[in-house]
Structure formats: structure tokens, C-alpha cells
């Protein structure tokens, strides 16, 4: 069973800055892409950043230039860092990651993330 804990959430004000983390845990293996999804309700859920286990990256327009994703791959996380925070960034924020050699997507429970105006 796979397992991925995301934290890092919370309530920041407009310009601020937090740092999600998501940690792949169990029968893992052989990780590909580790990503980071948001939602708001009644929309569907949309790619922030993703990170290939090449190394390459790549964002969502609106958040270019503002979040940095990155990853751990000795210990399986994946990290998500959000500077200059908008409050339309505001929405639940999930992990992906796409494994094994039948390339199996597990997600995480979400974390929310709410900037202030």
C-alpha cells in the first residue's frame, strides 16, 4: 500500500510564503513524476508543478517565476515552495505521483492552503 502525507499548509496573508511538503511512503517504487495539483470548489482540479525523475520541471503559467517545485528522491518527497502568495491561490493543493512499472498514480488527502487579502 502507498501511502503520501502532504503538510505545509495553512492561513497566510497576500506576499507571504509557505513550503508544502508530501511524502511517498510503502510499497513504492521506481517514482517517475511527483506533482502538485490544486482545487477550488466546483472547478476542476488543475496542475500547479511538475518534476520528472529526469530533473526536468515545468509550471503553471500563473504561477511561474513564484513557486519552485523540487524533490528528495533519496527519501521520496516532494516539495512545493510558494513565495509571493496571491489570494487566488487559495484552493486545496494536492500531490501526485506516477510509479512502479505499470506507471500507477497514487494522490494525496490534500492540504489547504488559504491566502488572505
Known amino acids: 500500500q502507498v501511502q503520501l502525507v502532504e503538510s505545509g499548509g495553512g492561513l497566510v496573508e497576500a506576499g507571504g510564503s509557505l513550503r508544502l511538503s508530501c511524502a511517498a511512503s510503502?510499497?513504492?517504487?521506481?517514482?517517475?513524476?511527483m506533482d502538485w495539483y490544486r482545487q477550488t470548489p466546483g472547478k476542476q482540479r488543475e496542475l500547479v508543478a511538475a518534476s520528472r525523475s529526469g530533473g526536468s520541471t515545468n509550471y503553471a503559467d500563473s504561477v511561474k517565476g513564484r513557486f519552485t517545485i523540487s524533490r528528495d528522491n533519496s527519501k521520496n518527497i516532494v516539495y512545493l515552495q510558494m513565495n509571493s502568495l496571491k489570494p487566488e491561490d487559495t484552493a486545496v493543493y494536492y500531490c501526485n505521483v506516477v510509479w512502479g512499472n505499470w506507471r500507477k498514480t497514487s494522490w494525496g488527502q490534500g492540504t489547504q492552503v488559504t491566502v488572505s487579502s
Open positions: 510503502g510499497t513504492i517504487f521506481s517514482i517517475d513524476t
